[in-house]
């Protein structure tokens, strides 16, 4: 089944403990993008790639990491949370054969930063 | 900068109702459109996506949408709502100058009464 998956689904943590949230996709995807969620803002990418090793920021990059070494899989990381974090996470994923094509979210991540 | 406007936040309407949701983005340029729904507790799941040709794209669940490049918008319709079509609905706007930059609306919630 082609699917995004995302672990934790939930995670309630501390400020400052370093996390991972990760991501992974089965349908070698390309394009991989986080994005938070927020009441009354809508979805705010944080981070995207276009491909392995190539990452870009998005609107709100502060205080997140990524990196992509495989195709399939494109961890989130906070080094250092801060209860301003606590949001809903999705990761999401598509292909860009034929032009940039629809996404395919992850069941997505609630975090509470303490 | 460019952004996506839903003015929309809420709406509410009775089952067998119309429906248009308002979508504006300020961008110049081609863009891809997309109209993405979000059931309670659920993730993102694409409801249908314009790119080029026929202005108006019909998707899944009887919505469909209009692109009208004049005015910068791309508002979601459906001629008859019925009660599990309460959800989310977030429009989002690829730039093609860019092809990875994806902004998203700030939501439109639906409420329908039963």
């Known amino acids: 089944e082609a699917q995004v998956t995302q672990n934790p689904r939930y995670l309630i943590t501390v400020t400052g403990k370093k996390l991972t949230v990760t991501c992974s996709q089965n349908?070698?995807?390309?394009?991989m993008s986080w994005y938070r969620q927020d009441p009354g803002l809508g979805l705010r990418q944080i981070y995207y790639?276009?491909?392995?090793?190539?990452?870009d920021k998005g609107d709100v990059p502060e205080g997140y990491k990524v990196s992509r070494k495989e195709k399939r899989n494109f961890p989130l990381i906070l080094e250092s949370p801060s209860p301003n974090q606590t949001s809903l996470y999705f990761c999401?994923?598509?292909?860009?054969?034929?032009?940039?094509?629809?996404?395919?979210f992850g069941p997505g991540t609630r975090l509470t930063v303490l | 900068a460019q952004s996506v406007s839903q003015h929309n936040h809420h709406v509410i309407l009775s089952e067998a109702a119309s429906l248009e949701l308002g979508c504006n983005y300020s961008y110049g340029g081609t863009v891809n459109l997309f109209w993405y729904v979000q059931y309670p507790g659920q993730h993102l799941q694409l409801l249908l996506k314009y790119f080029s040709g026929d202005p108006l794209v019909k998707g899944i669940k009887g919505f469909e949408a209009e692109f009208i490049k004049s005015k910068f918008s791309f508002n979601l319709r459906k001629p008859s709502v019925q009660w599990s079509d309460t959800a989310e609905y977030f429009c989002a706007v690829i730039l093609y100058s860019s092809a990875s930059k994806i902004i998203f609306g700030s939501g439109t919630r639906l409420s329908i009464r039963p």
């Open positions: 349908m070698n995807h390309e394009y």
């Open positions: 790639s276009m491909n392995v090793e190539v990452t």
């Open positions: 999401a994923s598509s292909s860009l054969a034929g032009g940039h094509n629809e996404q395919f």
